[in-house]
């Protein structure tokens, strides 16, 4: 059964750090490429970042040189590091996952496998 599993969310302060990870079990992720989608309450949901295969990776105006996605094939595992939070960063964070070669990050139905969410609060 595949299953994408993502973890590492919380309540951080603004200015703060979080790492998020998506575990992938019941295939490997390494023939997926990956995707970072949030969504905050009332708004619709929204691409944060990618990586493909190959590692390329693709990000939002929004989370430009503060965030970082990257994946651990060994691990089956793709994370990301989020720096210098702002409370406009606050949201349920999904992964999905979709065999293809290239990312996007423009549109949810690129991808047919998604984990469940965690919250991530950015709050003083």
């Known amino acids: 059964q595949l299953q994408l599993v993502e973890s590492g969310g919380g309540l951080v302060q603004p200015g703060g750090s979080l790492r998020l990870s998506c575990a992938a079990s019941?295939?490997?992720?390494?023939?997926?490429?990956v995707a970072w989608f949030r969504q905050a309450p009332g708004k619709e949901r929204e691409g944060v970042s990618c990586i493909a295969i190959g590692g390329g990776a693709v990000y939002a105006d929004s989370v430009k040189d503060r965030f970082t996605v990257s994946r651990d094939n060994a691990k089956n595992t793709v994370y990301l590091q989020m720096n210098s939070l702002k409370p406009e960063d606050t949201g349920v964070y999904y992964c999905?996952?979709?065999?293809?070669?290239?990312?996007?990050?423009?549109?949810?139905?690129?991808?047919?496998?998604w984990g469940q969410g965690t919250q991530v609060t950015v709050s003083s």
């Open positions: 019941g295939f490997a992720l390494s023939w997926y490429a």
């Open positions: 999905a996952a979709e065999i293809s070669r290239f990312c996007t990050v423009q549109h949810t139905a690129a991808y047919r496998n």
